[in-house]
């Protein structure tokens, strides 16, 4: 089997939920780091082979997403695109799904990653309105609540999974709060540094009587502190620990990258920014959704000789603070890393708490925000996974193809 290798790994800057994007269409700002990603590499179009897609909100924004992407972003109506649905994982996915069609030759480039408007999403009536309703009421559904953040099999907010998680681990507010506030830090002294402007592609937004480029994080939150955090209520549960300011954000974005098969590496004159070693994915209770990345982790080093301790950086997606601390209470105890350790190398620039999180796009998200961070610090290997509604987990390893 062929080395898989990227080539290229761009991203929008993150949306607040009716935000700076909440007006764009999410096939146009997904095509537009798809053309980034086209003019950097010099890949002519139709040399793709495929675009892949990973996308939850997809009702009312017309037919195939990833299809719209492809075609808007200049590649010809010959190459194939489809779209990726693994909830919070579907931006993954897509990359891992592009990576197994590398390796076996059935493809030798191939971009893949998410696109995500969560400010787009609509509202659903239910599908008897059709048999006619003559002399009654009935409700209507919020798409993102129904389809993207409630457990279909509990019913439950996946607010209350973490509250489980808390529960079950005695993970408590304070805990909770303090990585809240390490997460907005650590974004805000990264996009004051200027760590972000390799990976973003600027995104025109136009207004009635002009127009302006987003190209920065508008989520993370300068106001933070550990006495405002505090005044905050329980957002799911009553007694609960979980609150807005330790969760992850409601969110618009897109992250791509290319993929190239080693033979298309060298035949196109391709500099290689990552060797993808491996992947992997596991399951866990569904009313424990967030800690699916701990078997996604082992499944994917079970394909290595690699051992955890070995790696310098790690993106672990924040979907929550006790769903986080959770992830990191149980790898640090099947892995024989500590506490200390994960703090180090975990979510550098920030996690999803301060970034944001719009779940088709975050699980390549973060891919493409380690990718860079290896790049810049000169780091060797790498992980990123996170947790997926339903109970699942998937998880990549990196290795810088530019450190011997």
């Not at 599908?127 to 993102?144: E, L, S």
């Not at 993808?276 to 082992?298: D, E, R, S, W, Y």
């Not at 024989?336 to 703090?343: F, I, K, L, Q, S």
């Amino acid at each position: 089997m062929e080395k898989v290798y990227i080539v290229s790994a761009k991203r929008t800057a993150v949306g607040k939920f009716l935000g700076s994007l909440s007006t764009v269409p999410v096939a146009e700002f997904g095509a537009t780091v798809v053309e980034a990603i086209l003019s950097e590499t010099k890949v002519r179009a139709s040399e793709i082979d495929e675009v892949i897609v990973g996308n939850v909100l997809m009702a009312g924004q017309f037919q195939g997403v990833a299809r719209q992407i492809s075609v808007k972003a200049g590649i010809p109506y010959e190459v194939p695109a489809y779209g990726v649905n693994m909830i919070c994982g579907s931006g993954m996915k897509a990359i891992m799904n592009a990576f197994d069609s590398i390796r076996v030759g059935d493809a030798k480039i191939i971009i893949a990653g998410g696109a995500e408007s969560m400010s787009g999403a609509g509202f659903i009536i239910p599908p008897t309105i059709r048999n006619g309703t003559k002399m009654a009421d009935f409700n209507v559904k919020d798409h993102m609540i129904t389809d993207a953040l409630t457990d279909a099999f509990s019913g439950l907010h996946m607010g209350i999974t973490a509250e489980n998680i808390a529960k079950d681990l005695d993970i408590g507010r304070e805990e909770q709060d303090i990585l809240s506030i390490q997460s907005q830090e650590r974004a805000i002294a990264a996009i004051d540094g200027g760590k972000f402007k390799t990976e973003i592609v600027p995104v025109e937004v136009k207004y009635k009587k002009f127009s302006k480029m987003f190209d920065q994080d508008e989520y993370p939150n300068r106001e933070t502190s550990s006495e405002k955090l505090s005044y905050l209520r329980p957002a799911f549960q009553n007694p609960g620990t979980v609150t807005a300011g330790n969760s992850s954000g409601i969110n618009d974005g897109a992250a791509f990258v290319m993929l190239a098969s080693e033979s298309a590496v060298k035949k196109y004159k391709l500099k290689p920014l990552m060797e993808i070693v491996a992947t992997g994915q596991g399951g866990v209770n569904p009313a424990k959704m967030g800690l699916g990345p701990v078997p996604a982790i082992k499944n994917a080093l079970s394909k290595t000789n690699l051992k955890l301790k070995e790696f310098e950086l790690l993106e672990l997606n924040e979907a929550f603070a006790a769903q986080a601390l959770g992830i990191r209470q149980l790898i640090c105890q099947q892995h024989n890393v500590t506490p200390e350790w994960v703090h180090e190398r975990c979510n550098v620039n920030g996690g999803a708490i301060a970034l944001g999180h719009p779940v088709g796009a975050s699980g390549a998200r973060i891919v493409v925000t380690l990718i860079h961070e290896m790049l810049r610090s000169k780091k060797s290997l790498g992980l990123a996974s996170l947790c997926i509604g339903g109970g699942m987990g998937t998880a990549i390893i990196l290795k810088n193809t530019n450190i011997k």
